[in-house]
C-alpha cells in the first residue's frame, strides 16, 4: 500500500557513540507523524540501532545486503543475517552501490529476488547521470534500470517494493532536482510501471525522491502528487535537519 515515507541513509558515517547519540536525540524530536521513518546507519551498528529503538517508531534498515544465502562471500552480508538481528528492509541499488561496487543491474535483479523471497522490502534505488539528463536519455535510463532489475518479478512482490528515484547528479552535490523535474520523473515511472504491469500496482507503490533535499526544499518536493517522500542522505545526519524534513511531509 502506497505510504509516506522519509528514510535516512547514512552511508558510512557515524561511529557506535555517535550513532547511538543521534538515534537518542532522533527518538526525542521525533514529530507525530503518519509517514514511515527509517535510517539506515553502516552495517556495524545495526544491532545497536535496533536495540535502541525497539520502542520507538523509527525503523531500522539495511544500506545493503547480498544476494547468496551464505558462502565465501568475504566481507558481504546476506539476508538471513540482516532477519536475524531484525531488519526487514534493504535499501538495494543505491549508486554509490553501483558506481564503486561494480553492481550491475543484473546483480541488483538478484538481490532483489533474494530480498523478497526472504521477506524482506526492497527499498530500490535508481536514477540518471547528468550525461544522460543532458542528452536527454534521462526517460530512456530509468525506463531500462526498472525494466532490468524489478519487471521480471510477479505482481504479488510489489507490494514489498519501495522506489527511490535518485538523479545520480543530485546526490551528494548540493543540487537538487526541481520539484517540476522530480514530478516529471515520477509520473514516467508510474506510467512504465502500469505499462508492464497495471495502474493499480502503479498507484499503489511508493516513490520517495533522493538528491539533496534539505529542510529548505522538502516541503516544495514532498507537495508533488507523485512524491510520496524522501531517501535523505547528508541531512540524516543532523537530528534537526532530518527531524525538519520529517515534519515537511
Ligand atoms: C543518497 O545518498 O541517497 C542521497 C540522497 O544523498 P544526499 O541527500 O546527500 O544527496
Redesign the pocket.
Known sequence: MRSKIVAG?W?MNKNLAETEALLAELSAKLPDTSAEVMVAPTYINLTSAVRHLESSAIEVIAQNMHFAESGAYTGEISADMLLNVGINTA?IG???RRAYFGETDEILAKKVTTALSKGIRVMF?FGEELADRKSDNHFKVVESQLKNALFALDASSWSKIVL?Y?PVW?????E?ASPEQAQEMHAFIRKTITEAYDASIANDVSILY?????PANAEEIFSKPDVDG???????LVADDFVAIIKAI
Open positions: 541513509n552511508k535499501i543505491h549508486s554509490e534505488c527511490a535518485e543530485a546526490i551528494g552535490t548540493g537538487t533522493g538528491g539533496s533535499v534539505k524522501g531517501l535523505i542522505g547528508g541531512a540524516s
